[in-house]
């Protein structure tokens, strides 16, 4: 049952007008109830009966609970240890084992995200940052909460724990931004992600058959695709979780207006990069491994360049997770991993060049038209990044780019050649109107968000604005042949 269904819609009803009409101390119990019809009832586990997989979540849980309690009831930092390291293998090994391992059983939906977010959680009853919960239940409902199962965000228990056992009151206003929000997130998904995917799927699968900037095109193509489908889930999502009175952080902000890679990944996936700053990267620093280097080092490359390097050898740990994380093989690894360290630290490195050369042309840094080549510049970089995740293989990625800079053919935007790529000039020229608002949107709301201001404005003219996006939708969403409402690109990357 995807999110995009309309047995999905028919279902998220449902269980909404229940959801209030119970008293609020039952609400945390009915969202369990729900996250295990929800989590049954998946496209994967209905399609293939593989309903033993709702073990591995209650198992995990399990694990991270009795360790959490363990640690709970005893002083002895070694016991606390222990029973950290255990529940921490336990469930990396079976997120391994299920992800990467390639076995043949069947991996639950959400599994990096609960298990991420089970992690965070036992990390912060080791280090006493956050509280012990004593109830599986609450746990279990903590870790699978049905929304975050889809494709995340990852969530903390200390902002958690208030909203989902705490009860909630139908507010009006709450669930109707909800709604607003998650026809946000069907725009972008079903208008503008499944159109660019005609056009990224024909000139990826087939990039033998082009050169020059029909490879930009269909790069640029799929960047905007998984962008506005992984973005449009999770207003979907965070949308589903408003309704019921609960708010889930922001997992994104729009990331193309950054003006280097380090901005770009603090305004994309943010909570997945927050976790991995706060659970790996500063406890990495943090060893004794790490804490000696610097002073090993120091002799030979002075104090600056020693204390760099072990930065940067730690942030090379850190990004080879992200990769190896988003799918274990080496277009993952490379494209969302190793190369966006190799642009951090040569960014890094060159910084002192780079601000010589800003001087020397008397660039001004604040200029409108400097901001603008940063942000093409990251834009570029991110863009060829995804080339080698969008492949199955680097050796096609790097042909693929090679093709890209083999031919300079500009002839191509006049001469009706963009219509050949899987969608007319119909097609086209409504993708081309859908983008033009979702960057004004994207725009606007670095002022504030748009549902706030659009809900001072007078009522005939937010129905007009609410009623033309849903119309807009409903006729203009890509349906028909070939298309799957079930698919959610980034879903597939990580499980």
């Known amino acids: ?72 009831r005893t002083t002895e930092q070694r016991k606390r240890r222990a029973a950290l390291v255990c529940a921490v293998i336990f469930c990396i090994g079976l997120l391994c084992t299920l992800k990467f391992f390639r076995l043949p059983l069947l991996a639950p939906m959400g599994i990096s995200f609960y298990t991420l977010t089970l992690l965070g959680y036992l990390f912060d009853v080791y280090y006493e940052i956050g509280g012990v919960q004593k109830n599986y239940g609450k746990l279990l409902l903590f870790a699978c909460y049905f929304p975050t199962m889809i494709s995340g965000p990852v969530v903390r228990y200390q902002e958690m724990e208030p909203q989902l056992f705490g009860g909630h009151k139908l507010d009006f206003r709450q669930v109707t931004f909800g709604m607003q929000r998650m026809l946000w997130g069907f725009f972008k998904k079903l208008v503008i992600a499944e159109r660019m995917a005609v056009i990224a799927n024909e000139i990826f699968d087939n990039y033998e058959n082009y050169a020059g900037f029909p490879i930009w095109i269909g790069a640029i193509a799929f960047t905007f695709q998984l962008y506005a489908d992984f973005a449009g889930c999770m207003d979907i999502v965070l949308g589903i979780s408003e309704c019921f009175g609960i708010v889930l952080p922001e997992n994104f902000n729009a990331p193309f207006l950054a003006k280097n890679i380090s901005e770009y990944w603090r305004r994309w996936h943010i909570t997945l990069g927050v976790w991995l700053r706060e659970y790996l990267f500063y406890p990495l620093l943090r060893t004794g491994f790490f804490m000696r280097l610097p002073k090993k080092l120091r002799d030979r490359l002075g104090k600056k360049r020693a204390k760099q390097l072990t930065t940067f050898l730690a942030m090379f740990i850190l990004w080879f997770t992200i990769g190896y994380w988003h799918g274990g093989t080496w277009n993952y690894i490379i494209g969302s991993g190793l190369l966006h360290w ?28 400097f901001v603008l080549f940063q942000r093409l510049r990251t834009f570029f970089l991110v863009v060829l990044g995804l080339m080698f995740f969008r492949n199955a293989r680097v050796p096609d990625a790097l042909a693929m780019i090679g093709r890209g800079f083999s031919a300079f053919n500009p002839q191509i935007f006049v001469d009706g050649t963009l219509f050949s790529f899987g969608l007319d000039w119909i097609e086209c020229t409504i993708l081309v109107v859908s983008m033009l608002l ?58």
């Open 1 to 72: 049952m995807s999110i995009t269904s309309f047995s999905f819609l028919c279902f998220f009803a449902v269980v909404l007008f229940g959801y209030y009409c119970i008293p609020k101390k039952a609400q945390w119990g009915y969202l369990l109830a729900v996250g295990g019809i929800y989590f049954m009832t998946s496209t994967e586990v209905a399609d293939s009966g593989g309903w033993y997989v709702i073990g591995y979540p209650m198992a995990a849980v399990l694990a991270v609970y009795a360790a959490a309690r363990l640690m709970d």
């Open 342 to 369: 190799f642009y951090i630290v040569s960014g890094e490195l060159m910084e002192p060049l780079f601000c010589k050369w800003r001087a020397f042309f008397h660039i001004r840094t604040e200029s409108r038209g």
């Open 438 to 495: 979702f960057a004004w949107v994207n725009v606007q709301q670095q002022k504030g968000w748009l549902r706030e201001r659009l809900a001072g404005k007078h009522i005939v003219l937010r129905w007009i604005v609410l009623y033309a996006l849903l119309f807009y939708v409903i006729l203009l969403g890509q349906y028909g042949p070939g298309y799957s409402a079930s698919e959610f690109i980034y879903q597939n990357f990580k499980v």
